[in-house]
């Protein structure tokens, strides 16, 4: 990844974090929110299962969650 | 829950609103575990079991089939912590390519184990048909609130396969902030596995021998192995950010490093050592190096529009090995009314090839320190396309059903073919189903 790759990286993060306080809702707001759908893993065995198949399919593994080992995978 | 002490006006908040609020706060980090913030809050109410399970069925095209059953126990205690315990119980049988590269006559190679061989016919990609594996999978995770804001868990992992040992733990903490809008989260995890393939491990660019018959001269099989079993260590930092945006809009941000150290090298793959004809004169057991570290930033949006919510997130990932991906995932859902929903399914995923690969070594180079011919480090684009049906029973249970279909399309990463690979396929394409049945209660 070049530098300027990861400046942009650095600068959006900063940026990212810096307008957070302003950003969000009340918390009387959250009802779309708490909605089981709206969970960030909505279908954890799903995501297991998916995270499984490409492990053992292609070379990346995690970013979600942890990558981990776990099998031998032919 | 914040959510449900002050949300006055909703005051018969039932247990699944419950539920679904617990999982508001999750991070990445927390994984399937799907924690809440702060348990302190919520008035005190009964300890609950709930249950997942799933059957996968996953089947190549003339490769590999694999069958993956999960059951999924998860307790919520009146505190809030959550004990989740889960069991996968999968096998594996078909043919697995072994890095050959397909040739214009009859082709044969030695089993894993020494013992026999199988012939591949010309014009065809080298399959091994060798695989049959079961494997069992056992995943404990705890997680509880440490303080206001704060919460913790920690997990352990068994994974047993007739040639294969992993042990897994791994610890998380997040801290919710702004109204728990905001969530900072951080997580380790480390894996020991121990490999003992049949047939032991081969030396980097042994000769495949040729196959011995008779049980009793294995010698020229022996000759070939450093020995019968290897380790390797899996060692992951993660640091999460969790940001409500709005009402209707969530993202997620995550950094991962990962450290993976020791036998690396696939036992089982060999490459084809052609001459200037293109013609193999020998198969070589692969060599990888014995460390790779992994990187990768990962962002994921969620948005809630009137009745629809689309889930859409990318992977960045790049490592030592020079490989470098990418990868988009998208999911809509569309409620139907009385609990059923359709939920479609995008991916994309490309991949740069790793430094060392190579679809063949020549006869007339050097060896190179190391080498390998395996098509999953090699340059490639693969996508999937599904489409999940799911539906709410008279019982208040959850039944789903998922079909997929995964391709893989291997590139080349512009190594030349020679003479007489000139009409073989060299990168071919694999194409897979995966369908699940899913039932929680």
């Known amino acids: 990844m070049n ?65 981990g080992g776990g099998c031998g995978c032919n | 829950m914040q959510l449900i002490n002050e949300s006055k006006s909703k005051k018969t908040v039932n247990k699944k609103n419950l539920k679904a609020a617990l999982t508001l706060a999750t991070t990445a980090l927390l994984g399937s575990v799907q924690v809440s913030a702060t348990p302190t809050s919520v008035a005190a109410e009964e300890d609950t079991w709930s249950f997942d399970s799933a059957f996968l069925y996953y089947s190549e095209a003339d490769r590999v089939s694999a069958a993956e059953a999960v059951f999924n126990a998860k307790k919520t205690y009146s505190d809030d912590s959550i004990l989740n315990l889960k069991l996968t119980v999968d096998a594996l049988t078909g043919a697995s390519a072994n890095g050959a590269v397909a040739q214009p006559d009859v082709q044969t190679f030695t089993r894993p184990s020494g013992k026999g061989d199988y012939e591949i016919k010309a ?134 490093y990962s450290v993976v150290d020791g036998y690396l090298t696939d036992p089982f793959k060999v490459l084809s050592l052609l001459n200037n004809q293109g013609l193999a004169q020998d198969y070589l057991y692969e060599n990888r190096p014995d460390k790779r570290t992994k990187q990768s930033v990962f962002a994921q949006t969620k948005y809630h529009f009137d009745e629809t919510i689309l889930d859409v997130s990318y992977r960045y990932m790049w490592d030592d090995w020079e490989i470098k991906s990418h990868t988009v995932d998208t999911r809509f859902y569309i409620p139907l009314g009385n609990g059923s929903y359709l939920e479609p399914h995008l991916r994309f995923y490309q991949q740069g090839a790793a430094q060392f690969y190579q679809p063949f070594l020549m006869e007339d180079d050097a060896t190179p320190e190391f080498a390998s011919a395996d098509y999953r480090i090699g340059e490639m684009t693969a996508y999937t396309v599904g489409l999940k049906y799911g539906m709410k029973l008279a019982d208040g249970n959850d039944l789903s059903f998922r079909l997929e279909y995964y391709r893989q399309d291997p590139k080349s990463a512009g190594h030349k073919a020679p003479g007489a690979l000139a009409d073989m396929e060299i990168y071919q394409s694999i194409d897979a189903i995966i369908a699940q049945v899913s039932y929680s209660f």
């Open chain 1, 3 to 67: 530098n300027k790759f990861k400046y942009s990286l650095v600068f959006a993060a900063v940026t990212l974090a810096s307008g957070c306080s302003s950003l969000g809702v009340e918390p009387w707001e959250r009802d779309l929110l708490a909605t089981e759908q709206m969970a960030l893993t909505s279908s954890p065995i799903d995501s297991a299962l998916d995270d499984h198949i490409y492990f053992s399919k292609e070379a990346s593994s995690g970013g979600k969650s942890f990558g």
């Open chain 2, 123 to 256: 014009g065809e990609t080298p399959l091994d048909d060798t695989f049959h594996d079961t494997r069992v999978q056992l995943n404990a995770q705890w997680t509880q609130a440490l303080a206001p804001n704060v919460t913790g868990s920690v997990g352990g992992h068994l994974s047993k396969e007739y040639d294969y040992l992993s042990l897994g733990i791994n610890g998380n903490i997040a801290y919710d902030f702004n109204k728990k809008n905001s969530t900072i989260s951080f997580g380790l995890s480390h894996f020991q596995d121990t490999f003992t393939p049949e047939g032991g491990l081969p030396k980097p660019f042994a000769s495949m021998p040729l196959a011995y018959h008779d049980s009793d001269d294995e010698s020229g099989h022996d000759a070939t192995r450093m020995g019968s079993d290897d380790d390797k260590t899996t060692s992951d930092i993660m640091v999460g950010f969790t940001q409500v945006i709005n009402r209707r809009m969530v993202t997620q941000f995550n950094y991962s």
